[in-house]
T-cell receptor, first 110, second 115 residues
Framework: EAQVTQNPRYLITVTGKKLTVTCSQN?????MSWYRQDPGLGLRQIYYSMNVEVTDKGDVPEGYKVSRKEKRNFPLILESPSPNQTSLYFC?????????FGPGTRLTVT | AQSVAQPEDQVNVAEGNPLTVKCTYSVSGNPYLFWYVQYPNRGLQFLLKYITGDNLVKGSYGFEAEFNKSQTSFHLKKPSALVSDSALYFCAVRGVSNSGYALNFGKGTSLLVTP
């Protein structure tokens, strides 16, 4: 089954404790991206990757890092999480004009 | 910059009645428009898209959307709503800027279909 998977689905952490949210897709898509969803703001893009070893900032990249060492994986890294990064995060991969979204990771930073 | 606006935070419809979820867009050039649905505790699911061609686009689950260039709108419609259609709906436009080929989303409209 074609899908985008994310782990963990839920995470509660404390300020400053580094964390990684993994994302994997099995569709051989070159383009992958991360979004955060906040009430009243819709989805905003954090980072994207056009291909392996090619990443770039989206609209809200501050406080985040990504890497793309393999085509299928695109982890999101928060080196020092802060409470304003409490949000719902979605990974997505794209082919043509269709994006496929993962199930989401709900992150709470206290 | 490419953007969309969803003027309604919530739409309430009785089951069996037609529904409309509104979306207007602002783009330079030809718009690439999308509708996505998000069910509780789930990711976004693609419903339909308009790239070119017929102004009436048919999508998943009986939904359709009408592209209106003069009114810069791309409203989502369904002739007969189901309770199971209750969800969060997002309109999006493909942006080409510093975000590459990102999707720029509206704020979302919560649809509640009552029995």
């Amino acid at each position: 089954e074609a899908q985008v998977t994310q782990n963990p689905r839920y995470l509660i952490t404390v300020t400053g404790k580094k964390l990684t949210v993994t994302c994997s897709q099995n569709m051989n898509h070159e383009y992958m991206s991360w979004y955060r969803q906040d009430p009243g703001l819709g989805l905003r893009q954090i980072y994207y990757s056009m291909n392996v070893e090619v990443t770039d900032k989206g609209d809200v990249p501050e406080g985040y890092k990504v890497s793309r060492k393999e085509k299928r994986n695109f982890p999101l890294i928060l080196e020092s999480p802060s409470p304003n990064q409490t949000s719902l995060y979605f990974c997505a991969s794209r082919t043509g004009n269709e994006q496929y979204f993962g199930p989401g990771t709900r992150l709470t930073v206290t | 910059a490419q953007s969309v606006a969803q003027p309604e935070d919530q739409v309430n419809v009785a089951e069996g009645n037609p529904l409309t979820v509104k979306c207007t867009y602002s783009v330079s050039g030809n718009p690439y428009l999308f509708w996505y649905v998000q069910y509780p505790n789930r990711g976004l699911q693609f419903l339909l898209k308009y790239i070119t061609g017929d102004n009436l686009v048919k999508g998943s689950y009986g939904f359709e959307a009408e592209f209106n260039k003069s009114q810069t709108s791309f409203h989502l419609k369904k002739p007969s709503a189901l309770v199971s259609d209750s969800a969060l709906y997002f309109c999006a436009v493909r942006g080409v800027s510093n975000s590459g080929y990102a999707l720029n989303f509206g704020k979302g409209t919560s649809l509640l279909v009552t029995p």
